[in-house]
T-cell receptor, first 116, second 114 residues
Framework: AQSVTQLGSHVSVSEGALVLLRCNYS??????LFWYVQYPNQGLQLLLK??????LVKGINGFEAEFKKSETSFHLTKPSAHMSDAAEYFC??????????????FGTGTLLAVQP | DTAVSQTPKYLVTQMGNDKSIKCEQN?????MYWYKQDSKKFLKIMFS???????INETVPNRFSPKSPDKAHLNLHINSLELGDSAVYFC?????????????FGSGTRLTVV
């Protein structure tokens, strides 16, 4: 079974500082990987995804992530944090289900706080 | 137009009651899902339907019964509600055939059982 592990349930950065949210995956096949963001009392919004094309993936709101097979990692970064980036971030992997469909398996989430 | 819409957004009810949550998507996707997010924000899949056919049924109590009248709608009915059912329930949709698309999520239904 595939899984993702998010290191750090809480990350706090200053406004303007680098954001680094960590995600490691476990998969026996090349994975499809995703980052989602959840703002308070809202649903999940897709930030970016890796689908075996370019290893450096750019997403919305200035976020990007790099797929590193040797490290089984898919860390999310943003060069300069903004107050509006404060939210919960989820890493997810897509797992085939009986060959008929797929299901997203989520990590436990990382709450990003941005200090002024 | 909202892509994936759920109603109601908030639901407060007493133990033992029966309640339903409705979900509709206008994206033309053929697969829909229900996820449960617990108080620790952990997300777990419950069910998935493809073109009205149940294709994923995780270890969910049989008090939970999904129904899909057509591929644009997926409802969740819960019988004999228990305190532990309190959570946020998310509906989502996607294209079935590939895991590369990701899901589009609704804004969630916060269920509180008292």
């Amino acid at each position: 079974a595939q899984s993702v592990t998010q290191l750090g349930s809480h990350v706090s950065v200053s406004e303007g500082a680098l954001v680094l949210l960590r995600c490691n995956y476990s998969s026996s096949v090349p994975p499809y990987l995703f980052w989602y963001v959840q703002y308070p009392n809202q649903g999940l919004q897709l930030l970016l995804k890796y689908t075996s094309a370019a290893t450096l993936v750019k997403g919305i709101n200035g976020f990007e992530a790099e797929f590193k097979k040797s490290e089984t990692s898919f860390h999310l970064t943003k060069p300069s944090a903004h107050m509006s980036d404060a939210a919960e971030y989820f890493c997810a992997v897509s797992e085939s289900y009986g060959g008929a469909t797929n299901k997203l398996i989520f990590g436990t989430g990382t709450l990003l706080a941005v200090q002024p | 137009d909202t892509a994936v819409s759920q109603t109601p957004k908030y639901l407060v009810t007493q133990m033992g009651n029966d309640k339903s949550i409705k979900c509709e998507q206008n994206l033309g996707h053929d697969t829909m899902y229900w996820y449960k997010q617990d108080s620790k924000k952990f997300l777990k899949i419950m069910f998935s339907y493809n073109n009205k056919e149940l294709i994923i049924n995780e270890t969910v109590p049989n008090r939970f019964s999904p129904k899909s009248p057509d591929k644009a709608h997926l409802n969740l009915h819960i019988n004999s509600l228990e305190l532990g059912d309190s959570a946020v329930y998310f509906c989502a949709s996607s294209h079935r055939t590939s895991g590369s698309y990701g899901y589009t999520f609704g804004s969630g239904t916060r269920l509180t059982v008292v």
